[in-house]
């Protein structure tokens, strides 16, 4: 590990915080649906829109309806994103002539893109068109995170309002997300990125001629504006295969510093969001001070593995840390970085190959899904994660103590705590579930590329990533095929919509209570010892969880590559 | 129930329609126009051309497995440097392939009369396969071999390679190894 590592590190999250709370009052006036200066340019569009869609903005909707219109929406544009897929070999904008995709990587694909996961059972270059990469996913890039930040202003509105039926309206909240708040985002950061070499064209290959006269193609196309809500909307499919790590889609070290920001920036923000939204800015420093001592130990744990690198490859006479699958002009400080930012965020980027990062390097990331992403999280979904956690953490609380515990003056009780569980459990279910059966049946166990341990991590991995709607992979796997398509696009559904129902139903349920005020015998939210809890509450869950499916993968992986084993 | 669904139809639908427009037509294609217009270098490639020959982009990583030029890293993007199939070789730690594949590799630099340990870079493949740098211990690491084979003074390439070396302190120092090469072959 390097002085200047660490200057990288530290510079990034102070960044961050400094941009905290500036982001989180332009999410608090989204979510109050105030006037904000982009109004004079795109409010027409915003009321054109509901026009055409015979939508009242000011309607608020019960959770169910809310849930109910958020639903249909995601379907419709699974359906959009399915038929441009498929049809992709008829419609225009494909300059390399590809074909249509089969039916079950089609399917695979639109769940993954309208989930926010953006797993990716393909090499870009070789499958979409741009058009494909324009109406078929890009789209989805930006829906997803709108919906996931309204997803968590209705949350926010279940602790903030009292005795209420309505959390809000789902269709204003999204709109207003994604014109007022991605949009312009994406315009100023895609220019950022054309200027520092992502292509911008609707071209398709040229031809070279090398300096030493070999032939060789590159790939152009619609790169830059994909990659900036890319990596704002926290999705993390990329235009090429090798993601963030290809040099059009990241050439700079600025670049890979600007998209490790853009990860995390409106996860920041969200927090003090929450605060302002229940009255006290101090309850989401609280909460961002637990996931950024969650975040600061996976750091350092990834860090260091890269910068030890790999004993066997030292005995044969290589210097330095673990550089296979890093880009040099990253180096290990910010490839590290980058692994730990896309995981504990539900990004799912990638700047260097996690398949061939150390066992250990490599079990971070895997862990930061399996904790259910919310250190950060995903944009909204990293959130709304964070508080199901907080119920539970107030609930063992109050189990302490013995009295009917409270959280931002709302009382918990049983049917929040039920909900609560009901929505956590769904990520062990599934991912130890389907990774079980992936590892006994012939369809599942042709994936892996790796043998031994490492072979079992790329499955486990897999699902882990899907459920958790992260989107990175250990690559090596072989994942399109109609089996593990199948599966994973069955898991990714089930992560995303059998969390977010039982979430809108604790919204529900706690915006009809009484507001509690807090009292000498309430459980404080806001100090030390709160935020102690959570991060206890967080690795306890995800550690006895998941502790043995790592120890039959990556910590088995460690300890064979320290004795020199190799598979 | 129903009728929160029948409420729904209307503006899932046409709200479909209305952002695939606008995020899957109307931003990309305005983005477009406007890199065109101000960044045209940049939205097309980065191409570097000789004459009027397209010689590679400058942001991208090419072959170089002459004696004559700095090698590029190993690569698994197709058979080598694959602009349409960009890829890492995603070979875990403990894998023998790996461990084989690096052994072929170091017993070639071993071969080329690279001494002492070697710097990682230059026996690993990149994320992408398209790794346009090296380090810099990695382009010194070959500095006796090119200046041999060109007939060059060490110390004339080894300013050669100082030259070209970038920094920033939020990433690696690195060399972009074709526009080393480039310099290389300027020298008369």
Redesign the interface.
Known sequence: MTLQGWFLILLFVGILLALTKPMGLWLYALYEGRRTPLHAVLGPVERGFYRLSGIDPTAEQGWRRYAVHMLLFNVALLALAYAVLRLQGVLPGNPQHLGNLSPDLAFNTAISFTTNTNWQSYGGEATMSNLSQMLGLTIHNFLSAATGIALAFALFRGFARREAKAIGNFWADMTRVTLYLLLPICVVYTVFLIASGVPQTLAGVVDVQTLEGARQSILLGPVASQEAIKMLGTNGGGFFNANSAHPFENPTALTNLVQMLSIFLIGFGLTWTFGKAVGNTRQGWAILSAMVILFLAGVTVTYWQEAAGNPVLHQLGVAGGNMEGKEVRFGVPASALFAVVTTAASCGAVNGMLDSFTPLGGMIPLFNIQLGEVVIGGVGAGIYGFLLFAILAVFVAGLMVGRTPEYVGKKIEAREVKLAVLAIAVLPLVILGFTALSSVVQAGLAGPLNKGPHGFSEILYAFTSAVGNNGSAFGGLTANTPYYNALLGLAMWFGRFFVIVPMLAIAGSLAAKKHTPAGAGSFPTTGGLWVGLLVGIILILGGLTFLPSLALGPIADHLAMIRGQLF | ?NQ??T??????????I???I????V??LA??G???A??PG??????VRDGN??????????????DR?FHT?PSA?GKG????????????????A??DR??TD?AAQRAAGVAG?????L?????????????PA?AYAQLDRVARVRRLDVTRVRSLVAAQVED?????P?VNV?AL??AL?AVR
């Open positions: 129930m929160d669904l409420t729904a139809l209307r503006p899932a639908i046409v709200m479909t209305l952002f695939a606008l995020l899957g037509l931003y990309p983005m477009t406007i890199g065109q101000i960044f940049q939205a097309n490639g980065s191409l020959r397209v010689i590679g982009s400058t942001v991208l990583g090419q072959a170089f497995t002459s030029y890293r993007a440097y694959d602009g349409l199939a960009s890829s890492g070789s995603n070979l875990g730690p403990t894998s023998k790996l461990v690096i052994k170091i340990a070697l710097p990682a870079d026996v690993t493949a990149s994320g992408s396969g398209l790794d346009p740098d090296l380090s990695a920033s302190m939020v990433g690696d690195h074709l090469n480039r072959d």
